[in-house]
C-alpha cells in the first residue's frame, strides 16, 4: 500500500495520482457514482481507463475482495471481456490509500468498457433472455469461488438486509407510497426471510441495474460497478436485474419472464426461489425509494440518487395491482416448472355446504376463492387480482401493515379481558372519545356492530324506562334477536318475523323515490311532520318512548344521503318527548364520508349513544358504544356488565393503529378527494345513461340506483345484478344495496386512489355501453 497527499483540486490529484502511480498520462472527465467517485482516464498511449476513489469508510478489506472477484472473473469466466480487469500500479500493487484535503481515500484504476448502457437502448426479447444468461452463467462461475470478507458485509442493498432501510421509511412524504413501502416491506419479512435458509447462497455482483450492464444489439458485453458484491442469496442477482428491465418496459411480467427464462437455462432455479421473486422484487423498490428519498433529504443537489423514484413509484402501484399467484406462475410456466395445483373452488363449496347452512350466502354467480387481500387490492386463487370497491370493513386496506403489526405484537404479550387493569383500554378508550364530541365520554366496547347496537337499545330502554323505539324503514341494525326488531329490511323480507308493537316505521326520508321527494320543497317539514304524529300516537295510546335509532346515512336502505336538517329535526322531536337519539355509525364512521369524521357531523347533532363497528378494526372484530355519563349511570342499576372479549388488549391495539392510519395517512382527506371524483365521474356517465337513476353518496360512500326508466322510476334489479357481475369480470368488486336490491354500492377501503377512482368509473362506463347495447 502506498501513501500520497494531494493539495490541489480533486482533478488535479486525480490526474497526478494516475501518472504518479500508475505511470499513466491521460485526459481526465468525471462519470457517474453513488458511493465512488469515479473518473474517466483517456490516454493517448494505452487508451481509456476507470479511477475509482472509494472515501476512507470504505473498509480495505472490501475493496481488496472486489479486485479479487474481478481477478477471478478474468480467469476463470467464458465472458472475461465483459468485466473490467483491474490495472496493477508501478509497484504491482492493485490499491493505493491517498489524502486530499483533511481526508483519506483509496484508489485504483480498471479497464473501461466500451458500449451502450441498458437504459440507453430499446431491448428486445433476445437481449432481456441474453441478460438473464449472462447473469446465470456468471453466477454458476462464481459458485466455485469464495471470499470471505464479503460474508460478513452489511449493506442496505443486499437484499438479505432489505429490511434495514425501514429507518428511512418516514421521510417518504407522500402516505400512499409510505404505506406501500411498509405494506411491501412487512410481505417480504413474512413470505421471503422464513425461506432464507433453503435457498443457495453465493457470491453475486449485487446491482445489475439498466446503468450497470452494456449491451451491442442483442448481446450483453459488459458489467460494470462491483461496488455492490456480496455473498448472499443467488436470487438477489436475478431478482436485482428483473426489477429495473420491469421498470423499463412497458409489459413487466413479459420483460421479467425473459431474463428469468435466460437465467435458468444457465443456473436452473428452485420453485422456491420463483416463488420468492415478487417480494425481492418489491422489496428492492422499497430499498431505492427509502434510500433515494433519505440522500435526496441529506443533498438535495445530488440528482444520481433520485434517478429512478418516478419509475420505482409506478412499478410499485403495478406491483401491487396485480395478483402475486399469477407472477409466480408465468414465471414458473416459462421455466417449465411445475405449478402445484391447491383447492378447487368445487372442493371449497362442497365441504362448505356440508358444514355451513344454505342461510349463509355467497357473492357473485361463481363465487370466488380469494387467496390474498393488499390494501385496496383482493387477490384469487387464480390469479386475478380485483379492485375492491365494496368492502368497508377493511377501512384502512387489506393487510395493512400497522393492523397487522399491532396485532402481532400484542398478540406476543397478553390478551385477556376487562375484569383486569391494562393500559391499552384507557389508552383506546381516550382516542375515541378525542373524536367525539362532548357529552359523549363513556365507552363500553363489544365486538361487533349487532352487539354495540343491541347493548345500545339495551340502555336506551333502561334510561328512559320504556321499551317502544323509533326506526327508519328499510333500515337494518344487526342480525341478533333484539337488533332485527329494528331492521325493517329483513323483518319485513323472506324469513322475517313482521313488526313488532313496540317498533314504529318513520317513512324512509329517500328524496329521490321517497314520499315526499327532492322536488317537493316541503319535503323535510313533511317527513318530520309524521315523525310527530307516530310519537303522538305511541303516547296517546298511553306508551313511552324509549328512543330512534337510525343510521347516519342509510346503507341497506339504498345508500341514501339523508335530507339537510333531518336528524336535527328527529332529535329535537325525540328529545321533547324524552326518548334517547341512537346514531348508528356501523358503516359510515371514522371519515368515511370525507366531509367529517362521524356521519352526524354532517347533520350538525350530537346523539346522546354512538354504536360504532365494520372499520373500527379494520377487519378485527371490533366495535363499541359510547354514550353520556348520564345514560352510562342510569345502566349501572345493579346488573354487572360484561363482555369476554370486548376491549382486549389486541382489540384495543388495533383500534388505536387504524386511529392512528387515519390521521397519519389522511384518510378521511383522501375519502373526500377521490369520492368526489367517483361521484364526479358517475354523474357524466349519468349524464350518458338513462339506466341511471340517482347517484347519491358522501365521501367514499356512494350508491347509483339503477332504473328501467327515469320517469316511473321501476327498479332495474336484473340490470344491476348483471352490472356487477360484470364489473367483477373487469377486475372491480361492488355490491348491490336497497328494499328493491338495484342501488350498486361503492364503499371501498379508505386507501383507495384517484388511479383507481379513474379505472373504476372507466370500468363502469364500458359495462355501462356494453348492457345498452346487448
Known amino acids: 500500500m502506498t501513501s500520497y497527499s494531494a493539495k490541489e483540486g480533486m482533478e488535479k490529484s486525480v490526474l497526478k495520482w494516475a501518472l504518479e502511480l500508475y505511470g499513466i498520462s491521460a485526459k481526465l472527465s468525471k ?10 482516464l483517456k490516454s493517448d498511449e494505452s487508451g481509456k481507463y476507470v479511477l475509482k476513489v472509494s472515501n476512507e469508510k470504505s473498509p480495505e478489506e472490501t475493496l481488496h475482495a472486489q ?41 485504483r484504476i480498471l479497464t473501461y468498457l466500451e458500449g451502450n448502457l441498458l437504459h440507453q437502448v430499446t431491448p428486445s426479447s433476445k437481449l432481456y433472455q441474453h441478460l438473464g444468461r449472462f447473469l446465470g452463467a456468471m453466477n454458476q ?28 421509511c418516514t421521510e417518504i412524504e407522500d402516505p400512499h407510497y409510505r404505506r406501500l413501502v411498509w405494506y411491501f416491506m412487512q410481505q417480504y419479512e413474512y413470505q421471503v426471510v422464513p425461506n432464507y435458509h433453503e435457498l443457495p447462497q453465493g457470491l453475486i455482483h449485487g446491482d445489475a441495474n439498466d446503468h450497470n450492464i452494456l449491451v451491442s444489439a442483442d448481446q450483453v458485453t459488459g458489467l460494470i460497478d462491483f461496488g455492490d458484491a456480496t455473498y448472499s442469496q443467488l436470487i ?20 421479467a419472464s425473459w431474463v428469468v427464462r435466460g437465467y435458468h437455462l444457465e443456473r436452473p432455479l428452485a420453485s422456491l426461489e420463483i416463488e420468492v421473486l415478487y417480494y425481492l422484487v418489491s422489496a428492492r423498490l422499497c430499498t ?35 395478483n402475486p399467484v399469477d407472477f409466480e406462475r408465468q414465471l414458473k410456466k416459462t421455466c417449465s416448472i411445475e405449478i402445484l395445483k391447491g383447492h378447487s373452488i368445487g372442493d371449497l363449496k362442497t365441504v362448505r355446504s356440508r358444514y355451513f347452512s344454505k342461510a349463509m350466502s355467497l357473492n357473485y354467480r361463481e363465487p370466488i376463492f380469494m387467496v390474498r387481500g393488499a390494501l385496496q387490492y383482493l387477490y384469487d386463487s387464480q390469479g386475478k387480482a380485483f379492485l375492491d370497491g365494496v368492502n368497508n370493513i377493511s377501512h384502512v386496506g387489506h393487510c395493512h401493515p400497522g393492523v397487522v403489526s399491532a396485532a402481532i405484537s400484542q398478540l406476543t404479550q397478553l390478551n385477556t379481558n376487562t375484569r383486569y387493569l391494562y393500559p391499552q383500554l384507557n389508552e383506546y378508550a381516550y382516542l375515541l372519545c378525542e373524536h367525539l364530541p362532548e357529552p359523549l365520554s363513556v365507552v363500553f366496547f363489544v365486538n361487533s356492530g349487532t352487539e354495540a347496537n343491541e347493548l345500545a337499545l339495551r340502555m336506551a ?59 317537493d320543497p316541503s319535503a323535510l317539514s313533511r317527513y318530520l311532520d309524521q315523525q310527530q304524529k307516530t310519537i303522538e300516537h305511541i303516547v296517546d295510546s298511553g306508551g313511552g318512548l324509549a328512543g330512534f335509532i337510525g343510521e347516519s346515512l342509510l346503507g341497506c336502505g339504498g345508500q341514501v344521503v339523508l335530507p339537510d336538517g333531518y336528524l336535527k329535526g328527529t332529535y329535537r322531536q325525540i328529545r321533547k318527548y324524552g326518548g334517547v337519539c341512537l346514531a348508528d ?30 372499520p373500527m378494526g379494520n377487519g378485527h372484530p371490533l366495535a363499541a358504544v359510547v354514550t353520556t355519563a348520564e345514560i352510562a349511570d342510569s345502566f349501572n342499576n345493579g346488573m354487572e356488565y360484561f363482555n369476554s372479549f370486548g376491549g382486549n388488549p389486541v382489540s384495543c391495539e388495533i383500534g388505536k393503529a387504524v386511529l392512528r392510519i387515519i390521521q397519519e395517512e389522511k384518510l378521511q382527506q383522501n375519502a373526500k378527494l377521490v369520492g368526489t371524483t367517483i361521484k364526479s365521474g358517475l354523474n357524466k356517465l349519468k349524464d350518458k345513461h338513462e339506466m341511471i337513476g340517482d347517484v347519491r353518496g358522501l365521501g367514499l360512500f356512494l350508491g347509483i340506483e339503477l332504473v328501467q326508466d327515469r320517469e316511473t322510476k321501476n327498479p332495474a334489479a336484473a340490470l344491476a345484478n348483471q352490472l356487477v357481475e360484470n364489473m367483477k369480470d373487469r377486475g372491480v368488486l361492488l355490491g348491490i344495496d336497497g328494499p328493491r336490491h338495484n342501488v350498486v354500492k361503492i364503499k371501498p377501503p379508505l386507501v383507495i386512489s384517484t388511479s383507481n377512482a379513474n379505472f373504476l368509473v372507466d370500468q363502469l362506463g364500458k359495462v355501462l355501453d356494453d348492457l345498452e347495447n346487448s
Open 31 to 40: 462519470l457517474a457514482g453513488y458511493e465512488d467517485t469515479n473518473f474517466l
Open 67 to 107: 479486485n479479487h472477484l474481478l481477478q477471478f472473473l478474468q480467469e476463470h469466466s467464458k465472458q472475461s471481456k465483459a468485466f473490467p480487469a483491474v490495472i496493477p500500479g508501478k509497484d504491482g500493487a492493485y490499491l493505493y490509500q491517498v489524502s486530499h484535503g483533511d481526508h483519506d481515500y483509496w484508489v
Open 141 to 168: 462461475c462464481l459458485w466455485s469461488f469464495d471470499l470471505p470478507e464479503l460474508h460478513t458485509r452489511r449493506s442496505p442493498w443486499d437484499l438479505q438486509y432489505a429490511a434495514d432501510c425501514m429507518e428511512y
Open 236 to 255: 438477489h442477482e436475478l431478482a436485482v436485474a428483473i426489477t429495473y428491465v420491469m421498470m423499463g418496459d412497458k409489459n413487466p411480467i413479459r420483460a
Open 288 to 322: 431505492s425509494l427509502c434510500i433515494s428519498t433519505h440522500c435526496q433529504n441529506e443533498d438535495p443537489t445530488n440528482e444520481y440518487v433520485g434517478l429512478h423514484q418516478r419509475p420505482v413509484k409506478q412499478l410499485l402501484d403495478w406491483l401491487i395491482s396485480i
Open 461 to 519: 330502554r333502561t334510561h328512559t324506562g320504556y321499551n317502544d323505539i323509533l326506526v327508519i324503514e328499510d333500515a337494518y341494525h344487526g342480525n341478533s334477536l333484539a337488533t332485527l326488531e329494528v331492521s325493517p329490511y329483513k323483518y319485513r323480507g323472506k324469513g322475517g318475523f313482521g313488526k313488532k308493537p313496540y317498533i314504529h316505521e318513520l317513512p324512509s326520508p329517500d328524496l329521490y323515490r321517497g314520499r315526499f321527494r327532492a322536488e
Open 585 to 614: 355509525e356501523v358503516q359510515v364512521g371514522f371519515g368515511r364520508v370525507g366531509s367529517h369524521f362521524w356521519g352526524f357531523q354532517s347533520q350538525g347533532v350530537v346523539p346522546d349513544i354512538v354504536t360504532m363497528g365494520k
